[in-house]
Nanobody
Framework: QVQLVESGGGLVQAGGSLRLSCAAS????????MAWFRRAPGKEHEFLAGISWTGSSTRYSDSVKGRFTISRDSAKNTVYLQMNSLKPEDTAVYYC???????????????????WGQGTQVTVSS
C-alpha cells in the first residue's frame, strides 16, 4: 500500500509560481511512474505531467508544457511540480498519483493510476 500526501498549494497571483510536493510512504516507489493531475470544478481529472521511476522519461500535457516541470527525488520518495507563469485557468485541486505498472513509460489515463493523494488546492487570482 502507498500513501501520498500533497503540499505546497495556495493562493497566488497570475504570473506567479508555486512548487507542489508529494511525499510517498508505505513502500519504496522504485519502478513506479508518478504523475500530477488536477481537477477543476465541474471537470474531469486532467493529466498534467508524469515521470518514470528512473526520471529518464517525462511527459507533459500541452496546457502546461513549458510552464510546469516535474521532478522526483527517489531517495526521499517525493515528486515535485514546479509551476511557473500561473494563469487563472490553472485554478484546481492538484493530485499526485502512482502507476505501479508502466515501468519506464508515462501513461495518461487515470485508470492506470492505483494510488492517489488527497489533493491540494491551487487558486490563481487575476
Amino acid at each position: 500500500q502507498v500513501q501520498l500526501v500533497e503540499s505546497g498549494g495556495g493562493l497566488v497571483q497570475a504570473g506567479g509560481s508555486l512548487r507542489l510536493s508529494c511525499a510517498a510512504s508505505g513502500r519504496t516507489l522504485s519502478g513506479y511512474t508518478m504523475a500530477w493531475f488536477r481537477r477543476a470544478p465541474g471537470k474531469e481529472h486532467e493529466f498534467l505531467a508524469g515521470i518514470s521511476w528512473t526520471g529518464s522519461s517525462t511527459r507533459y500535457s500541452d496546457s502546461v508544457k513549458g510552464r510546469f516541470t516535474i521532478s522526483r527525488d527517489s531517495a526521499k520518495n517525493t515528486v515535485y511540480l514546479q509551476m511557473n507563469s500561473l494563469k487563472p485557468e490553472d485554478t484546481a485541486v492538484y493530485y499526485c498519483a502512482v502507476d505501479p505498472l508502466s515501468g519506464l513509460r508515462v501513461s495518461i489515463p487515470t485508470t492506470n493510476y492505483d494510488y492517489w493523494g488527497q489533493g491540494t488546492q491551487v487558486t490563481v487570482s487575476s
